[in-house]
């Protein structure tokens, strides 16, 4: 699965799993928030990328986080 | 009466081997070799056939002068249309079926057609509107190869622009270059003319054209990712500090995977990223941002899924050729894929 800011551009060249990333320079990233809650907020991104590993799609599908 | 000029080298005209490819130019008032065959094809569209044939070094080692007989028979003889070739892989041969067939469309603004294998050095040389039928790489192909080329000889001799379409849709080789023209207007007029049919809901057609992405087999869900091995990569260009195996910043051809093996993440002074596509410094001040090695190890602790690769990949996006991206995603995939990982979560900057 993929994790990108532009999944318009993704569709187009038909990646199957798309999911949006937080900034196109720092896609799982989130800088504004402390050190440990960054963290967090990053395995909780990641762990909706593992639902989407498991999805079965047909077509380039994007998922919501 | 319509007329057909047909380019030739010495092998295919019938007069010889390598030990001929030194011939002079030649105008012959008849078809030869493949365009008798052509001809034939052609024959109810009542043609004036003439052949014109060089020999494969004299091409490429009096160019000038041979293009300047060619002018001078197009002067004369007048043609509706140019074919060239076809000349499969044959390397001279394509080279010089693309330049004489691109000249010949460019100077007097006859139709050229030609035929080349999709991997003969010829198709570099394709000028701008020269229309190239896909052979294969043998003249094994040579009889439904001359089919095509009658085909798509009496679509442009009647001007048939729908079925062209269809046909070059189908048979002919996409060129994917940009040439340089003189346009009617400047750029900032042509965007806003484009910008302005398209508000009206009009159609238009960009100026890039935009290659294709070819279609994929779409990869399986994972059944049962507690059992499963996930990898990450990236595009993004992350590599450790001081880019050891000098991964491009832009451009790039190459891919690297790096050890993750025992890291429980990815510390700012260890990891880099090598691209002048974004602004890296967010993520050179905290790498997981990019790649998740935090983040992926807490879910394999908690058994989200059995276990995380011990290498990422990863390569730079940024001004890259499509053709070499896919290249190197063929690579990364068959190395993840022996190494027996399930899944991938790749990101993209």
Not at chain 2, 56 to 64: C, G, I, K, S
Not at chain 2, 321 to 327: I, L, R, V
Request: proline letters at 6%; a negative charge.
């Amino acid at each position: 699965m993929l994790i990108t800011c532009l999944p318009n551009v993704a569709t187009q060249v038909g990646a199957y799993r798309i999911m949006s990333g937080n900034k196109f320079h720092y896609p799982v990233g989130n800088p504004d928030l402390p050190a440990e809650e960054e963290v967090k907020w990053r395995a909780e991104l990641l762990r909706s990328a593992l639902k989407v590993l498991q999805t079965p799609v047909e077509a380039p599908t994007v998922f919501e986080k | 009466m319509a007329k057909v000029l047909h380019y030739l080298n010495q092998f295919f005209a019938g007069i010889g081997g390598e030990e001929k490819a030194g011939q002079e130019f030649l105008f012959l008032p008849k078809p030869a070799g493949p365009g008798v065959l052509l001809h034939d094809l052609l024959k109810d569209g009542q043609i004036e056939y003439a052949t014109v044939v060089c020999g494969d070094n004299y091409f490429h080692e009096h160019e000038e002068t041979v293009l300047a007989s060619l002018t001078e028979v197009i002067a004369q003889f007048q043609p509706d249309l140019f074919i060239a070739g076809p000349a499969f892989h044959a390397g001279r041969f394509g080279l010089a079926c693309a330049k004489s067939a691109s000249f010949v469309r460019e100077r007097f603004e006859v139709p050229a057609i030609t035929g080349l294998y999709e991997e003969n050095p010829g198709t570099r040389e394709i000028g701008r509107h020269v229309l190239v039928i896909q052979t294969g790489s043998s003249a094994a192909s040579m009889q439904s190869t001359i089919k095509r080329f009658a085909e798509l000889a009496v679509l442009l001799l009647n001007n048939d622009q729908e079925s062209l379409e269809l046909f070059k849709e189908e048979f002919c080789l996409r060129i994917p270059r940009r040439f340089t023209v003189q346009a009617a207007a400047a750029d900032s007029v042509r965007a806003l003319d484009m910008l302005m049919t398209k508000l009206r809901g009009e159609v238009f057609e960009s100026e890039i054209p935009r290659v294709a992405a070819a279609p994929h087999p779409v990869p399986a869900a994972i059944q049962n990712l507690s059992q499963a091995t996930l990898a990450m990569v990236t595009e993004g260009g992350l590599v450790p500090l001081g880019n050891p195996d000098r991964l491009e910043s832009s451009r790039g051809t190459k891919y690297f995977k790096y050890s993750i093996e025992e890291r429980d993440d990815l510390r700012p002074g260890e990891f880099e990223a090598m691209h002048t596509g974004y602004d890296t410094s967010t993520v050179n001040a905290d790498p997981d941002r990019l790649i998740p090695v935090d983040a992926m190890r807490r879910l394999e602790r908690d058994g989200n899924f059995a276990r995380l690769h011990n290498y990422y990949y990863v390569t730079t996006g940024t001004g890259a050729m499509p053709a070499k991206m896919q290249e190197l995603g063929v690579g990364i995939a068959e190395e993840l894929s022996t190494s027996g990982v399930n899944g991938v979560v790749l990101t993209a900057t």
